[in-house]
């Protein structure tokens, strides 16, 4: 079935600590979004790839950072210069460029101890 | 002001009753507009969307576009305990060079049974 997989979906993370998420799609989508969702929040996009090779920041890209190596991939680094990083991330994916219908992901929730 | 914006919720409904969920947008050139539903811990899904000022119905589901007001909402018709969840709203908001798709923060709807 053609889908977007995240993993891992449950995540802990200790204080100074760089972790990276995993998404991929089989969908042959050609952009690819990463959102943060804090509980009772709506969804704030991260970065966004719209081709290969190239991505653009967000609304909320301090701390994180991102690949596009391979048109099914789009992974995810949450490093230690995020200073709040326990949220539920999302990553989705749109075929073309431009707003449009979204794809998304089972979500990882990330936890920092 | 925020750039999707939808009504505080939480709200509950009995069952059977109609629920409605409202959103304004500050973008004047947007023209697709969806309505996504969220259950705890889970994605995102995509239950209407909507191009055009009127509306759109689908089951039990009414979306109504108002370009000049710069207003979009969705009717839920004999609610059902199984709508409880949060709804978002997202529209393309102009963002630098690019369009990109921006959620509300949600309402959170409770049935009760």
């Known amino acids: 079935d053609g889908g977007i997989t ?108 | 002001q925020k750039e999707v914006e939808q009504n505080s919720g939480p709200l509950s409904v009995p069952e059977g009753a109609i629920a409605s969920l409202n959103c304004t947008y500050s973008d ?19 239950i209407m969307s909507i191009y055009s000022n009127g509306d759109k119905e689908d089951g039990r589901f009414t979306a109504q576009l108002n370009k000049a007001s710069q207003y979009v909402s969705l009717l839920i018709r004999d609610s059902q305990p199984s709508d409880s969840a949060t709804y978002l709203c997202a529209a393309p908001i102009s963002s630098g060079s690019a369009r990109q798709l921006t959620f509300g923060s949600g309402t959170q709807l409770t049935v009760l049974p």
């Open chain 1, 6 to 113: 995240q993993s891992p979906k449950y995540l802990f993370r200790k204080e100074g600590q760089n972790v990276t998420l995993s998404c991929e799609q089989n969908l042959n989508h050609d952009a690819m979004y990463w959102y943060r969702q804090d509980p009772g929040q709506g969804l704030r996009l991260i970065y966004y790839s719209q081709i290969v090779n190239d991505f653009q920041k967000g609304d909320i890209a301090e701390g994180y950072s991102v690949s596009r190596e391979k048109k099914e991939s789009f992974p995810l680094t949450v490093t230690s210069a995020q200073k709040n990083p326990t949220a539920f991330y999302l990553c989705a994916s749109v075929q073309g460029a431009g707003a449009n219908v979204l794809t998304f992901g089972a979500g990882s929730r990330l936890t920092v101890l």
């Open chain 2, 28 to 46: 004047r050139v947007s023209q697709s507009f969806f309505w996504y539903r969220q259950y705890s811990g889970k994605s995102p899904e995509l």
